[in-house]
């Protein structure tokens, strides 16, 4: 305790000294205050800094006409001692700023007394972004916001995949600060936080190991570590001891341990116990200055602390000397003017503040301090919103005794080998924990490896999905299925080894609802079955992806078409129908104008008619005796005999397909007609199917509940009259596996009602889902998914389901071609005829009477 007092008189004398020299010189003395914990090395290493950033100011800048006048007051690493100090600095010595406090804590009581006082606070190491300088105006950060890491930490996690993390850190304004901003960021890149690891600042061991024994039996194994350096020490000494400093585990620091690293270790051999750490720092180029600073640093710290081995000033003792310097350079800017402190009116002071009052200059100081700007030891001294800007950071690894740069990160290029270049981006010469090059999965099974538990439905029917059995010469429980061998090969596929166990579960109520509930309230890790994949379900479980078809559907039973006497008429629609008779008639008149003088067809009006459309439709059999005299009319036949060829050759094969092979329709087209007519509805135990059909307005009354394949048809046969259903309502691969045993008699219906098919279940935010889906895909694709199949489902084709298809009628628009050659021809040949014969007009009068009468005869006219 004598030594601090002494080093307290010595500063204080020091510091008149420096003050009489200064108004001998003429220079203007200006007091600034500075408090640190002087009792610890690291606040000695910053006195000896900021003296040393003062003295260079006025070694290199002559003719200077004001004097910053240091003065030290201790902080005794409290609170109340930080206050008290900045009070004292305030009322008996008017000082015009404050460098200091060290820890966000200390700063926070300090700033408010800045702001009240109008006196600039700048902190070199309050780094916690709960201090903003938004609602403290007269607090400057000199240093780096612990937010602007959070963005390379949250880079780190994404690059590995790691989708849980746990942040570890201190219960203070400091630790607390940041872990809002670092979730945000976490949540950005798709990472979740279960859990948040609270460490008391004054924690004993047994707190810290009890802590550490709770995180042991978490699956999660990357942890984020935020704590001042001596707390983080003891820290990573306590999980070095417990075993958690071994392969598997992910840890990762901010930069308040790893900026003091080299010091921690220099002291409690602290990476000993933090070998394989990843860890972020504000990247510090070793610049000539630097190397300089550092040199003079070790020499003088050494002549100040005899007692204490020297040690290289941190980033924070850089950005103190960069602090002081921009503080010195802002007072010289400023110019000498004389200060002081305007009191209230009141003559009642009943508190140091009221006498303290405001400091008349400090506005003025304030904003010359953030308009400052200069090339620093830590790097470019730039203020922005009062706070100093981040530029990149380290990404480290510790190995041996010190911490090896593996990385770069920057807020425009993220991970980079070069911070002017984003290419070779790559995390892959780690040392991890344990001395291993592998990189950790991130997660592990809870509780000392125990199995996964993974619950399965019991069920009475379609047990070629899942079946649950007993097998008597093992005296033990056999499940079996479809769904249970695509697991099998899912977990065989994944990159690492897990176990797992099987347990029997029977849903109450037939509710599959139940046993998915069951993961949610971890009585399961997973569920393995014909779970199917739904909205309301994601709520409380996380499925993986896919592993069926997807899609509910109807199976109805079929009937005889009821119009059968008509179907002749189906194979053309009614406008091909209608088109095809105008055509006819349109020949008629086409031949009947060229063949006017063709005796054959007759001489009276209504003998040629007949005869001519005669003809014309007996081209359809190839059976007209007339013979056709002019070209044109032979032209105009052989289109249109053509066209009728292909007509008739359609109109044949389709009908033979309608009267052959369409024997049976539906009983019911979609759910719409069901439901108009009061059908009663079918669908499995405990399938969602019910919950969807009452939302379509289907009643409960009309709902009936079926296990197996055979009741489904002994329903349908009887019929929603007789006890039974008019239809079934189930998920597509049931409905396929029911009509590969029922083959006769029913038919699937083309409507399907979406949904996103069978999925395992797994805990909400389980690490296991990511890989799990990624091997379903791979299983899904491959040839062991064709083999699985085969093995549990028959490849039935039943013939009731390729009768069920519909042959499509006819339509004009394929047969327009043809129509359109059909008119252009014969149009062209009736005109090209009428046009010959219109040259004689004499001919016209006989012409158009030949076309209704014929030709004149040749007995009449002789008389």
Known sequence: MGWAIHLLFACFFGALQKAMVSAHDGAMPVNVGVILDVSTSAGKKSWTSISMAVDDFYATHGNCTTRVVLHLRNSKKDVVGAAAAAVDLLKNFQVQAIIGPETSTEASFVINLGSQSQVPVLSFSATSPSLSPTRAPFFVRTTLNDSSQVGAIAAIVRYFGWREVVPVYEDSEYGAGVIPFLVDALQVVDSGVPYRSVIPSAAAEEEMDKELYKLMTMQTRVFIVHMLPALGARFFQRAKNLGMMSGGYVWITTDGIT????????????????????????????????????????????????????????????????????????????????????????????????????????????????????????GDFRLLGSQLQSSAYEIVNVIGNSARVIEFWTPKLGISKQLDTAVGAGLNSIIWPGISAAVPKGWEIPTGGKKLRIGVPVKKGFNQFVNVGWEPS???????????????????????????????????????????????????????????????????????????????????????????????????????????????????????????????????????????????????????????????????????????????????????????????????????????????????????????????????????????????????LQGGAKGGVDAIFDEIPYLKLFLSEHCNGFTMLSWTYKTDGFGFVFQKGSPLVPDVSRAVLNV????????????????????????????????????????????????????????????????????????????????????
Not at 568 to 597: A, D, Q, R, Y
Not at 787 to 814: E, G
């Open 474 to 716: 093992t005296n033990r429980t056999v499940v079996t299925g479809y769904c249970i061998d695509i697991f099998k090969a899912v977990m065989e596929a994944l990159p690492y080894a897990v176990t797992y166990e099987f347990f029997p579960f029977r849903p109450s109520a037939n509710s599959y609802d139940h046993l998915i509930y069951q993961v949610y309230l971890k009585n399961f890790d997973a569920v393995v079955g014909d779970t199917t994949i739904t909205a309301e379900r994601t709520l409380y479980v996380d499925f993986t992806m896919p592993y069926t078809e997807s899609g509910v559907s109807m199976v109805v039973p079929v009937k005889e078409d009821p119009r059968k006497m008509w179907v002749f008429l189906k194979p053309l629609t009614p406008n091909l129908w209608l088109v095809s008779f105008v055509f006819f008639v349109f020949m008629g008149f086409t031949v009947l104008v060229i063949e006017h003088s063709n005796v054959e067809f007759g001489r009276q009006p209504s003998e040629r008619l007949g005869k001519v459309f005669y003809f014309v439709f007996s081209v359809l059999v190839f059976s007209q005796t007339e013979s056709l005299r002019s070209n044109f009319s032979r032209i105009a036949m052989v289109v249109w005999m053509f066209v009728v060829l292909i007509l008739t050759s359609s109109y044949t094969a389709s009908l033979t397909s309608r009267l052959t092979v369409q024997q049976l329709q539906p009983t019911a087209a979609d759910l719409k007609q069901l439901l108009s007519t009061g059908a009663y509805i079918g669908y499995q135990d405990g399938s969602f199917a019910a919950e969807i059909l009452k939302r379509m307005g289907f009643k409960s009354s009309k709902l009936r509940h079926f296990s197996t394949s055979d009741q489904y048809a002994e329903a349908l």
């Open 259 to 378: 900026d003091v690293l080299e010091e921690l270790d220099h002291i409690l051999r602290i990476t000993e116990a933090m070998q394989g750490v990843i860890a972020v720092r504000p990247l510090v180029e070793i610049s000539e200055d630097v190397v300089n600073f550092t040199a003079r640093f070790r020499s003088r710290f050494r002549q100040e602390n005899p007692t204490i081995k020297a040690a290289d000033p941190s980033v924070f003792q850089l950005w103190a000397y960069d602090t002081t310097w921009a503080t010195t350079m802002a007072v010289e800017n400023l110019g000498p003017k004389r200060s002081s402190f305007r009191r209230t009116q009141s003559g009642d002071h009943s508190t140091d503040l009221d006498v303290i009052g405001s400091s008349e200059s400090g506005p003025a100081l304030l904003n010359a301090i953030l308009n400052t700007r200069f090339k620093g030891l830590a």
């Open 780 to 863: 899904t694709e491959g040839d062991k998914m064709v083999a699985i199949q085969n093995k549990w489902f028959r490849d039935t084709i039943c013939p009731s389901q390729n009768n069920a298809v519909t042959s499509a009628s006819l339509n004009l628009y394929q047969f327009s071609g043809l129509f359109l050659i059909t008119g252009v021809v014969s149009t062209l040949a009736a005109l090209i005829f009428l046009a010959v014969h219109s040259r004689n007009s004499t001919i016209r009068g006989p012409l158009i009477r030949n076309i209704l009468h014929g030709p004149p005869n040749p007995n009449q006219a002789h008389h």
